[in-house]
């Protein structure tokens, strides 16, 4: 079966300082990956999603980036964090094109001091 | 521009009685349809999904409705139980898209 798995589960980091969030899958091969942001009142914001390695689409222009260095390995990053990125980041994998249902990963919340 | 529109923040609904969870879209594009649960702190999980070549999907406790004309669905839940207390997430995607486009959520009380 297969297994999302996302860390670290919270991080407090302070303004400016960099980030780097990890999520894998196992279990599949060639998984579309997304990340998403929940913050408070707005519901789940896609951010990146990527169907292959080293392909990254970018939905919301941000001091964020997102790379996919492995087939089943996404990473979410920041050089410098600001107050507005604090929020809960999901991590969610799709088999394909041909089945749309997303599965989530635990998440991460961050908070930004 | 919201395409995925949940216009009730929250909702509650006394334990035992029947919920009924709206969602409005405006992508005629949109074929395919989800609903997800979400605790606090835990990642939304997967609830039950409907084409739009359906209009009528269950799966136990849980029917979603679909009417194309209106670009609305709905998630009956009956009967609620308080395990039911979550954010429920309505969600659609469009034939080929990679992408899933969420609506805001409605909190849902199970009350005793």
């Known amino acids: 079966s297969q297994t999302i798995h996302q860390w670290p589960a919270t991080l407090v980091q302070p303004v400016g300082s960099p980030l780097s969030l990890e999520c894998t899958v196992e279990?599949?091969?060639?998984?579309?990956l997304y990340w998403y942001r929940q913050a408070a009142g707005r519901g789940l914001q896609l951010l990146f999603y990527?169907?292959?390695?080293?392909?990254i689409s970018s939905e919301v222009p941000q001091n964020l980036s997102a790379s996919r260095p492995q087939d089943r390995q996404f990473i979410l990053s920041s050089k410098k964090l600001l107050l507005s990125d604090s929020g809960f980041y999901l991590c969610?994998?799709?088999?394909?094109?041909?089945?749309?249902?997303?599965?989530f990963g635990p998440g991460t919340r961050l908070t930004v001091l | 521009d919201q395409q995925v529109k949940q216009n009730s923040p929250s909702l509650s609904v006394q334990e035992g009685r029947i919920s009924i969870l709206n969602c409005d879209y405006t992508?005629?594009?949109?074929?395919?349809f989800l609903w997800y649960k979400k605790y606090p702190a835990e990642g939304p999980t997967f609830l039950i999904s409907?084409?739009?070549?359906?209009d009528k999907n269950e799966d136990g406790r849980f029917t979603v409705f679909l009417n194309k004309s209106a670009k609305h669905l709905s998630l009956h839940i009956v009967p609620s139980q308080p395990g039911d207390s979550a954010v429920y997430f309505c969600?659609?995607?469009?034939?080929?898209?990679?992408?899933?486009?969420f609506g805001k959520g409605t909190r849902l009380h199970i009350l005793p």
């Open positions: 409907i084409s739009s070549i359906k």
């Open positions: 969610a994998w799709s088999a394909s094109l041909a089945e749309d249902t997303q599965y």
């Open positions: 992508n005629s594009m949109f074929d395919y």
């Open positions: 969600a659609a995607s469009a034939y080929g898209d990679d992408k899933i486009i």
């Open positions: 990527s169907v292959g390695i080293g392909q």
């Open positions: 279990g599949t091969s060639n998984p579309n």
